[in-house]
């Protein structure tokens, strides 16, 4: 977290959780000449560029677009990399958990799978399956799917086509993702055939053997359809199109059994639009080699200028009182996740196909283009979802840690402020001192991630300077709950609430303090001139760090790696061997130097000084002995805070209440020895005759 906070502080823009993939991880995965780019501003979108740096196309991450499950549950996520035409480039497998390629067959035959789409427009109409016939030279493009996995492969294709689709609605065409319409069930009318064809809600379109003539006038199939000669006024195509997912229009186009068998079809496959055709001409739909529950292989939808992919339901097809008579019915359907909109216009292309030749002939197709809406008042739109703030989504995520943190400081800091002497007079004060700061090592600092850091304070004075937002700050509730807390401490205490009992990695110098003790290492102790001196190396570097903020902000993330926070926290020493030598050192230092980072070096701590400025109390009792003749608090004290006249530095004190623990014991603090030494002891009493001794 402070990690990525330090990186949008040298690059002064926000830095949010990418979702999905890692893009170190990502980058590796694109193959040269091309290489990973920005972010498209959609989760799961990067620019793709080419050799030259230019914008080349996009890489796509399906999980994020298309969340389609599998059977395990789980969405397949793979990487799509796209062209600027929409052609694809590569298709990689990032993660699977479909049971068929876990533990039977292996991943090896998805991956070889995934390698068919490459060179692949997605305008074109791809399926999973096996050409029959004929068909294999029909406009389809078959994917050869996996023996034993069809299904599994079958979500892939569809999760590939989502992603693939929301992309280029979006990027390339400019058309906004929104969420699809649904055939809304409140919505009920009485309606008949002739009512759906008077309303538009069926779609008519004819065309006749002169037409289809016409169309293949000047090839070499011209003459190819004897039939068409014969009946140049024939009708060739009859052409009748409706959407059956809004129930009104299912139930004016189909018999009650039909009807039930679609209703149930749709109790199982919710997110499916069912499409019904009729043709009453010639042309009927499919070819003779077409085989039911796949894709039709005449049938073709567009929607946008984008392929809707349509697959055939196998239902049984009765059709309702009025409807044509003696034609081809079928009920096609396509998944609505996939972008299809049955409230906007969208269009059916019908292919006529002619034959040359006797062997091996030649064909020849032709399209004919059928134009269908459906009115909306039949469907609902979910409302689009208001994206979540960034630190409104950070507040939410760390809900549990920001209760259980503010709970700790209520009962800390009133400890602090109102039980200050009863707290450190306690016999057992110093072993609770330590379980405390073992609780923010712990749940503040490595669990939490609440180490504050100077990268804060200078992310702060770059933003003041460059004119920049603040909302940063939001972004980590939990840091920010801690400095607010450092900010109370401020006023109440100068330094020592947050440096004393709050800092994680002060903590950890704290126990390497007492580690170094009870293992019997020698204990340097600096000399109170050097010790003033060696204080004023902790200004040097927070001026040095202000001056990187105004003349080379670019090097602001390495400069704070004065600070071993990150690595003794955030990262919990998992990173480059000298950052980990860095912060080891301090460690092993205060085996022997108590705490000698947060009294010499630390820029934070610097910072933390100058909020004591806002001190506006003396929180530490003194007696007019205190310094004269009294010298105990000073010689004990390990931070140098107390001066010889007994005043206390707050500017140094590190809240460890040591000295309240001497002040108040009448066995240590020498003015409470004397002054029991000269009291009079009690007078003895005498035994009175007749009264019994007490």
């Known amino acids: 977290m402070l990690g990525r906070l330090a990186l949008w502080l040298a690059l002064m823009v926000p830095v949010s959780a990418a979702a999905g993939i890692d893009a170190e991880v990502l980058s590796r995965l694109v193959p040269p000449p091309y290489s990973l780019g920005a ?37 397949i996520d793979m990487l799509v990399m796209l062209d600027r035409d929409a052609r694809i480039l590569d298709v990689r497998l990032l993660k699977q958990n479909e049971p068929i390629f876990v533990s039977g067959l292996g991943e090896a035959p998805f991956r070889e799978f995934l390698t068919q789409y490459r060179g692949h427009s997605i305008h074109e109409q791809m399926v999973v399956g096996s050409p029959y016939g004929a068909a294999a030279d029909g406009a389809l493009v078959y994917l050869d799917g996996v023996t034993k996995a069809t299904a599994s492969v079958r979500i892939a294709h ?97 018999a009650p059994g039909s009807l039930a068998e679609l209703q149930k079809f749709l109790s199982i496959s919710a997110d499916d639009e069912p499409i019904l055709v009729i043709d009453t001409g010639r042309h009927g739909l499919v070819s003779r080699d077409f085989v039911r529950n796949t894709a039709p292989d005449l049938l073709a939808a567009r929607q946008d200028d984008l392929p809707v992919a349509l697959r055939d339901a196998d239902l049984t097809i009765d059709l309702a009182s009025g409807a044509p008579e003696d034609g081809t019915a079928m009920i096609l359907r396509t998944d609505r996740r996939l972008g299809f909109d049955p409230t906007r216009a969208w269009t059916l292309d019908v292919t006529a196909m002619r034959e040359h030749g006797m062997f091996r002939p030649e064909i020849g197709r032709v399209t ?13 739109r979910p409302e689009v979802p208001q994206p979540v703030s960034p630190w409104r989504a950070a507040l939410a995520g760390r809900r549990s840690d920001l209760v259980i943190a503010a709970g700790l400081l209520a009962l800390l800091l009133p400890m602090l402020l109102f039980g200050q002497s009863r707290l450190a007079g306690l016999a057992a004060f110093v072993p609770l001192r330590l379980g405390i700061l073992a609780v923010v090592l712990v749940f ?81 102790t600096v000399t109170p001139h050097w010790d003033r001196r060696l204080k004023w190396i902790k200004y040097g570097i927070l001026g040095a760090l202000l001056a990187v903020v105004l003349l080379a902000p670019a090097a602001i993330d390495k400069a704070a790696e ?74 004990r004290c390990r931070y140098g805070a107390i001066e010889r006249s007994g005043r206390i530095d707050y500017a140094e004190c590190f809240q460890c209440l040591d000295c309240v623990t001497i002040h108040d014991d009448p066995a240590q603090c020498v003015p409470l020895v004397l002054a029991g030494r000269r009291r009079p002891a009690p007078a003895a009493k005498v035994p009175v005759e007749g009264v019994p001794a007490e």
């Open 158 to 254: 569809e999760t590939i086509l989502a992603a693939a689709l929301a992309v280029a609605r979006e990027k390339m065409q400019g058309v906004a993702a929104i969420p699809p319409a649904r055939p809304d069930p409140s919505v009920d009318e009485s309606l008949t055939w002739d009512d759906l064809v008077r309303q538009g809600l069926v779609s008519h379109f004819t065309v006749t053997n002169r037409e289809v003539d016409a169309a293949f006038a000047g090839t070499i199939w011209a003459h190819d359809d004897p039939v068409a000669q014969d009946d140049r006024d024939g009708v060739y195509l009859d052409l009748w199109v409706a959407d059956l997912g809004p129930p009104s229009i299912a139930r004016a186009a189909l």
């Open 444 to 524: 503040f600092g490595w669990w939490g991630q609440g180490q504050l850091s100077i990268v804060t304070v200078m992310g702060v004075l770059s933003a003041v300077q460059t004119g920049g937002s603040l909302a940063f700050l939001a972004y980590d509730p939990f840091s920010l709950l801690i400095w607010a807390a450092a900010a109370i401490g401020f006023v109440l205490w100068g330094r020592g609430l947050f440096c004393g009992w709050l800092c994680p990695f002060g903590a950890m110098q704290e126990f390497s303090h007492w580690i170094g003790r009870g293992i019997g290492i020698p204990q340097i």
């Open 368 to 380: 004919f283009s059928a134009p269908h809406v459906t009115d909306a008042r039949f469907f609902v």
């Open 562 to 635: 004065v600070e071993p926070f990150k690595t003794a926290i955030t990262v919990h020493f998992v990173r480059e061997w000298y950052y980990v030598a860095y912060a080891g050192l301090w460690l092993v230092l205060g085996l022997s130097v108590f705490k000698g980072f947060c009294r010499y070096v630390c820029p934070l701590g610097a910072v933390m000084v100058l909020g004591g400025l806002l001190r506006r109390r003396s929180w530490i009792p003194r007696r007019a002995a205190c310094g004269s003749p009294c010298q105990l608090c000073r010689v």
């Open 39 to 75: 972010p498209a501003g959609t989760d799961g979108v990067w620019t793709l560029l080419n050799s030259g740096g230019a914008e080349a196309g996009y890489v796509v991450e399906t999980e994020p677009l298309a969340p389609l499950p599998g059977f395990s549950g789980a969405p």
